[in-house]
């Protein structure tokens, strides 16, 4: 069965403060697709990266890296010096099944960065 | 440019009625993809359309379905409302779609969402 779990449901950290959200995901399928998307209490989802299955290169944009390892079926997403607009839900979402393939969310990690 | 429209914000329905829900996406992306978010059951994934066609799909029901016309817009069609189609809908378009698109030069777009209730 597919599966993404994020097992942390909510952080604390204070700005400046480096914080890894953690994304772990099953599936037999041997091309998929994994996703990061932010949050904001503005509601509105914003789409940050995607990585396919054959990519494992680490990822660093800005102050957001991502960890992509198969070995473990882990997806992490680290924030170098948090600042306080990094506040939001991060969701880690998993994409298997081909072409009419389904995606899912893992359950979200609350992050909040405290000035 | 203009972002991705999503119409109406609000809507208040009764169970049992039907609601179609629209998006429209940026200029010149021909993916959007359709999304169910509730507190209980979290982020959920509907379905993809691209160039009129449904492309990927999730685990819903036939009460839930949807199309994309030839200038890209899409509706999404929910029939026989029950209580816990209440949510927030959201759509977003990209270039290529989900699984397509090119990383460098393509992202996806979401809109602010419909806040369905259903009573």
């Known amino acids: 069965a597919q599966k993404v779990t994020q097992a942390q449901t909510e952080i604390s950290v204070v700005e400046k403060e480096d914080v890894t959200l953690d994304c772990v995901y099953e599936?037999?399928?041997?091309?998929?697709?994994l996703f990061w998307y932010k949050q904001p209490p503005s509601g509105e989802l914003v789409f940050l990266i995607r990585r396919n299955s054959f990519d494992e290169q680490n990822e660093i944009s800005g102050r957001y890296s991502w960890n992509f390892q198969k070995s473990t079926s882990s997806f992490n997403f680290t924030i170098t010096a948090s600042q306080v607009v990094d506040s939001a839900v991060y969701f880690c979402a998993l994409m298997y099944g081909g072409s009419q393939g389904n995606l899912i969310f893992g359950k979200g990690t609350k992050l909040s960065v405290k000035p | 440019k203009a972002g991705v429209t999503q119409t109406p914000r609000y809507l208040i329905k009764t169970r049992g009625q039907q609601v179609t829900l629209s998006c429209s996406p940026i200029s010149g992306h021909r993916s959007v993809s359709w999304y169910q978010q509730t507190p209980g059951q979290g982020l959920q994934f509907l379905f993809e359309y691209f160039s009129e066609t449904q492309r990927n799909k999730g685990n819903f029901p036939g009460r839930f379905s949807g199309r994309q016309f030839s200038n890209s817009r899409s509706e999404m069609n929910v029939s026989t409302l029950e209580l816990g189609d209440s949510a927030l809908y959201l759509c977003?378009?990209?270039?290529?779609?989900?699984?397509?698109?090119?990383?460098?030069?393509?992202?996806?777009?979401f809109g602010p969402g419909t806040r369905l209730t259903v009573l």
């Open positions: 599936t037999r399928d041997t091309t998929y697709y």
């Open positions: 977003a378009s990209s270039l290529a779609g989900l699984a397509r698109f090119n990383l460098i030069t393509d992202t996806q777009y």
